[in-house]
């Protein structure tokens, strides 16, 4: 225990460092998470309301759950060279398919009795999907947000073997900082996945309309509908 | 000896490798043909050495804490909110936290791994328990079986699908988990891509990338045909 006493001293220490890092960590994955919400959520939210693509849609997240996350980095490095934009682009890939799953099965799981009902109202296509299956399918996508900014603030964790900054810079160079100081980084990213997946679980919470809020009263804040759909890092 | 040693004159050593090789091509199958056997296949064995451990491991765990939960409903919430947050913590972070316990060693990847798969597997198990229908159950009752006969003769059975879909997505996320196992100990796919990572020279990297994409998408198609062993009627009913 005395390593983690060490550990909390180190954090203590060093908050400056730290809290640059972090900062550093979150723009990498606020930018990566940004541009895969972007490419992912029209394209499975289209494919969703058009019923089309649902095995490249759903099959998607099943191969990106097997891209070994150090090796597509560590790829990225090979052709993209080290630093910011090849992590990000590695993290936006494995973003990606999460998001692109969730959306497609959000919307094309759209009860078809109230598509059908609002059809029958005259709403045309463009009607039913904002004003009918988006705010159905919304608490779905989000879990699928949710998912991959844990998941991409996890990753990002690694960006450090490929010269992007992020809190694994510590983590990754014992040398530099001895075991309390990798320790102390490592606890900084644990509180750093845990307050997101906490603020997301959250923010899931306010954006699931009223009515379907009652059927998942009592579900868990940690690990709720949709955290275990894929993750790899 | 040494003064004739120090008369040679310096030439470096490249070794006999090909010209791919030697002009650092971005992957050359020539390397990877000749450090199958020194390099690539034992870190493949020792990657599905650590990833069947964690799995099997995992799943003893939480089939218990499943059956458990099963019983007594109230223990589901606190078992689902301790795996979650151990889900939670990104792996590169657990295995560090875990060092002052148990050491640089293979333990300490293994008891990381093992934490990642028991949310999956503890969920998968009891909903496939719960999708059993009462009707079922009733049924299964009232031709005199013991509670225990039920459980493994009909409900678990009937939750076997549910089951090893967790199992799919637990082992396939081990493979891709057991490559950052490389920073605690030296073992797996890890070991390779790790070791390219550091050189320029990137089949080494590359190779082992690939394999371990390939070894996750042969063990999801070995699961799927295990199930389809292990559920004989679930391919009769949908064949009708």
Redesign the interface.
């Known amino acids: 225990?005395n390593?983690?006493a060490d550990a909390l001293r180190f954090i203590a220490d060093n908050t400056a460092l730290l809290w640059q890092l972090t900062l550093d960590h979150l723009a990498l994955s606020g930018a990566a998470v940004g541009i895969a919400l972007a490419l992912a959520i029209p394209l499975g939210v289209t494919l969703g309301h058009l019923h089309r693509g649902s095995f490249a849609a759903i099959n998607a997240s099943?191969?990106g759950?097997?891209?070994?996350?150090?090796?597509?980095i560590?790829?990225g490095?090979?052709v993209l060279g080290i630093g910011f934009v090849n992590v990000m682009v590695a993290l936006v890939v494995l973003a990606f398919p999460i998001v692109l799953t969730n959306a497609y099965v959000a919307v094309d799981g759209v009860d078809p009795d109230a598509v059908e009902a609002a059809r029958g109202m005259g709403m045309t296509g463009r009607e039913v999907l904002w004003k009918v299956e988006l705010p159905l399918a919304l608490p779905l996508i989000f879990a699928g947000v949710r998912t991959a900014v844990?998941y991409v603030?996890?990753?990002a964790?690694?960006a450090a073997?490929a010269g992007a900054h992020s809190l694994?810079d510590v983590?990754?160079d014992q040398a530099t900082y001895r075991?309390p100081g990798?320790?102390g980084?490592?606890?900084c990213?644990?509180v750093l996945?845990?307050l997101a997946?906490l603020l997301f679980a959250a923010l899931q919470r306010a954006v699931t309309p009223r009515a379907l809020r009652l059927e998942e009263r009592g579900a868990?804040?940690?690990?709720g509908p949709g955290?275990?759909n894929?993750?790899?890092? | 000896m040494t003064a004739l040693a120090a008369a040679q004159p310096v030439i470096p050593d490249f070794g006999r490798g090909s010209s791919c090789v030697r002009d650092n091509g971005?992957f050359c199958w020539d390397w990877v043909r000749a450090h199958w056997g020194d390099t690539l296949r034992p870190a493949l064995v020792q990657h599905v050495a650590l990833t069947a451990v964690a799995v099997a491991i995992g799943f003893a765990i939480a089939f218990a804490l499943a059956l458990l939960a099963h019983r007594r409903g109230r223990l589901t919430?606190p078992v689902?909110?301790v795996?979650?947050?151990l889900?939670?913590?990104?792996?590169?972070?657990?295995f560090?936290?875990l060092?002052?316990f148990t050491g640089l060693s293979r333990t300490t990847a293994e008891i990381a791994l093992v934490s990642?798969t028991l949310?999956?597997l503890f969920?998968n198990t009891l909903a496939g328990l719960a999708g059993v229908p009462e009707e079922v159950r009733d049924a299964a009752r009232g031709m005199g079986l013991t509670p225990r006969q039920l459980l493994w003769r009909v409900e678990l059975p009937l939750a076997l699908p549910a089951i090893v879909a967790g199992m799919r997505?637990a082992t396939?996320?081990v493979?891709?988990?057991a490559?950052?196992a490389?920073?605690v100990v030296n073992e797996g796919?890890?070991a390779p891509?790790?070791d390219?990572?550091q050189q320029t020279f990137?089949t080494e990297?590359?190779a082992?990338?690939a394999l371990?994409?390939a070894l996750?998408?042969a063990a999801?198609a070995l699961l799927v045909l295990v199930q389809r062993a292990l559920t004989p009627w679930t391919r009769v009913a949908r064949s009708r």
């Open positions: 225990m390593d983690f099943n191969v759950r097997a891209l070994p996350s150090l090796a597509l560590s790829i490095v090979a844990v603030i996890a990753t964790t690694l073997v694994g983590i990754v075991l990798v320790l980084a490592a606890i990213v644990a996945a845990l997946e868990p804040l940690l690990g955290t275990t894929e993750r790899t890092t | 971005t919430t689902v909110l795996t979650g947050l889900y939670t913590i990104p792996s590169l972070a657990l560090q936290l060092v002052p990642y949310l999956i969920r997505i396939v996320t493979i891709s988990l490559t950052v490389v920073f796919l890890g891509i790790f390219g990572l990137k990297l590359i082992a990338g371990c994409v996750a998408l999801d």
